[in-house]
T-cell receptor
């Protein structure tokens, strides 16, 4: 069975600090996809990144970066120089396909509060 | 591309009444859509898989007679909460996705249901 663990329930940082959100996953599939979503207070889910299991390259997008390590089954997310607008709940998710026809398995989410 | 529209955004209804929530894929066809439920400060839990032209598949513990799903076309799935009770108050969100290299799963904006 697939499982995603986000051990950090809530994190609070001061603006401009860097923060890393942890994600550990479990799957028996050799091919799988990992996702991060942002859920601001308004409730919608904003897609941040998708990574497949064969691509272990780290990725950077502006202030966001992701560290994928298959050896530790982790897919951590770092926000550099955090801003108040980054305050949201962040979900890590897992799927065995990228077809749109299989559901995502979500972690419990990490609530990030960035204080000005 | 890959836009999913969900309506209504919020609804308040009296206990015992039924509420219909619509989920539309605007620029792609979706043979499969997913319905999730999210209680306050919790993660998204898959309720059911909506299949175009056939019966929905419900997750264990989800009452199929209470949460009626209809997927009559390739662009529309509806979730009807029948005889709603206060414990059904939650955030309901649908997702679909054309898959492929350029998209994650796309989510609707969600429906906040309050049963009074």
């Amino acid at each position: 069975a697939q499982k995603v663990t986000q051990a950090q329930t809530e994190i609070s940082v001061v603006e401009k600090e860097d923060v890393t959100l942890d994600c550990v996953y479990e799957t028996r599939d050799t091919t799988y996809y990992l996702f991060w979503y942002k859920q601001p207070p308004s409730g919608e889910l904003v897609f941040l990144i998708r990574r497949n299991s064969f691509d272990e390259q780290n990725e950077i997008s502006g202030r966001y970066s992701w560290n994928f390590q298959k050896s530790t089954s982790s897919f951590n997310f770092t926000i550099t120089a955090s801003q108040v607008v980054d305050s949201a709940v962040y979900f890590c998710a897992l799927s065995d396909r990228n077809s749109g026809n299989t559901p995502l398995v979500f972690g419990k989410g990490t609530r990030l509060s960035v204080i000005a | 591309g890959a836009v999913v529209s969900q309506h209504p955004s919020w609804v308040i209804c009296k206990s015992g009444t039924s509420v219909k929530i619509e989920c539309r894929s605007l620029d792609f066809q979706a043979t499969t859509m997913f319905w999730y439920r999210q209680f306050p400060k919790q993660s998204l839990m898959l309720m059911a898989t909506s299949n175009e032209g056939s019966k929905a598949t419900y997750e264990q513990g989800v009452e199929k007679d209470k949460f009626l799903i209809n997927h009559a076309s390739l662009t529309l799935s509806t979730l009807t909460v029948t005889s709603a009770h206060p414990e059904d108050s939650s955030f309901y969100i649908c997702s679909a996705g054309p898959g492929g290299d350029n998209y994650g799963y796309t989510f609707g904006s969600g429906t906040r249901l309050t049963v009074v």
